[in-house]
Structures are given as structure tokens and as C-alpha cells.
């Protein structure tokens, strides 16, 4: 698995980032401000964090889609209607009252 992102641009440096919580997030993840001997790595930095977090995103997704909850969850949370009972698999009645408390419980 691999995440190309050619065309994102990030700053470290100036705008949003003098923001207390922006900055705060920036010093979490050890990249605010300009760089004292490279310039432009701290940007390079945050920008390597936002790909991997994306292809984490991805990853889970594709675990998802394997192991079948996508297509439970949104049956039961009513996001897609199944073309018939025989394409998607059957989620019982403890996975969709479980899948709708975690909902609840993240404001969804």
C-alpha cells in the first residue's frame, strides 16, 4: 500500500499557524516554525505526518471493506440500500445495536 500526494502544500511558518491550538498541534508533532539548518523541513515533516495518516485512513478502510463492516455498518445505520439480501452479509441485531452505540457515542 503507498499514498501519493504530489500537490499538498503545508506551512509551518506564519498564517493559521501562529493560532495557539494550531500552533500546540504543530509542537506535538514536532514541526513548528521554520527549521534551523534545513529550511523547508519542518513543512516536508508535516506534510510526510499528513500522507501517513492518510494511508492509515486508507488501510483501515481496506480492512473494512475485507472483514465485511462497511457494508454492515451502512446497512445499519440505513446509508445504502442492499440491491438484494443476498449481496451483502447479514448483520445480527447485537452487531447493528453495537455499531449504532460507538455512532452515538462519536456524535454520528
Known amino acids: ?6 500537490s ?6 506564519g498564517g493559521g ?3 495557539p491550538p494550531q500552533a500546540a498541534c504543530l509542537d506535538m508533532l514536532g514541526c513548528r516554525g521554520p527549521h534551523r539548518e534545513v529550511p523547508g ?13 492518510v494511508m492509515a485512513g486508507e488501510l483501515s478502510l481496506c480492512a473494512a471493506l475485507a472483514a465485511g463492516h462497511l457494508v454492515k455498518s451502512h446497512i445499519a445505520l440505513n446509508r445504502a440500500v442492499p440491491k438484494s439480501p443476498a449481496d451483502t452479509p447479514q448483520a445480527s441485531s447485537v452487531d447493528i445495536l453495537a455499531i449504532r452505540q460507538e455512532a452515538a457515542a462519536n456524535g454520528r
Open 8 to 13: 499538498i502544500e503545508v506551512g509551518t511558518i
Open 17 to 19: 499557524t501562529t493560532l
Open 1 to 6: 500500500i503507498s499514498c501519493s500526494m504530489p
Open 41 to 53: 523541513s519542518n513543512a516536508q515533516r508535516l506534510a510526510r505526518i499528513i500522507c501517513a495518516s
